[in-house]
């Protein structure tokens, strides 16, 4: 608005939110010690198979990860959705032998979204500009997941940041930075607390709490019915 000429100084941001009772806290062991005590640390991605969600950047990163990894079958890597471009990141997955660990599960209703997300230990979102100009938003999977308590890996990109803080309650990268991204996964397997899960929930119940955001918005439209 400001680039085309509009006054914005009386403006301000209203946030989307996601239901905090649908989408609630999962209560996870550390990624650390799920490695040690032999299970699967299992990485989550919800979303169409199209450019902005730079599928074939997160396939490179993984392969690249799994090579710093002792036990490779320690890592599940799991993807929700259809869409243009699921042949093609499923040829990638085969070309870069990943296809043990990532499993293409299809499109799921909210329901079993939400089961997914509750066994899942982070969720994958490398949102880019595509090669066509589509780009994100704000994307509600990322607060759906981290009202759960699961945090998300994703990008530096369009809304996304003022979601997540970097180290805080998620972590973020630089568009298509693969080496980065592999040391960002990299730094997840010796996490041995819950502050990354707790700070995301916290995150959604404060600033991205659906109810909370209703009642802001319904004040500011009597406000200015009233003005």
Do not use: C, W
Not at 53 to 61: D, P, S
Not at 149 to 157: C, K, M, Q, R
Not at 187 to 210: G, H, M, P, R, Y
């Amino acid at each position: 608005l400001k680039k085309i000429g509009l006054d914005i100084s009386n403006t301000g941001i209203h946030y989307a939110g996601v239901s905090v009772d649908e989408f609630s806290y999962s209560q996870r062991k550390p990624a650390a010690q799920k490695l040690i005590d032999g299970e699967k640390l299992i990485f989550l991605q919800v979303a169409r198979f199209v450019g902005k969600k730079g599928h074939e950047y997160t396939m490179q990163a993984l392969h690249d990860f799994l090579k710093t990894q002792p036990d490779p079958s320690l890592f599940e890597f799991r993807l929700i959705g259809d869409g243009p471009l699921l042949d093609a990141t499923q040829k990638q997955v085969e070309k870069l032998g990943l296809s043990d660990v990532v499993k293409f599960l299809g499109v799921k209703n909210s329901n079993e979204v939400q089961s997914e997300m509750s066994k899942a230990d982070f969720l994958l979102q490398h949102s880019v500009v595509a090669d066509d100009g589509d780009m994100e938003g704000l994307p509600i999977v990322i607060m759906e997941a981290m009202a759960t308590g699961l945090p998300a890996i994703s990008t530096y990109h369009s809304g996304i940041p003022e979601l997540i803080k970097d180290g805080e309650n998620g972590l973020l990268v630089e568009e298509k930075d693969i080496i980065s991204y592999t040391q960002k996964l990299e730094s997840l397997v010796s996490i041995q607390d819950n502050s990354l899960n707790e700070n995301a929930q916290n995150t959604v119940l404060k600033d991205f709490n659906l109810d909370i955001q209703n009642q802001k918005l319904a004040k500011l439209y009597t406000k200015l019915i009233n003005a």
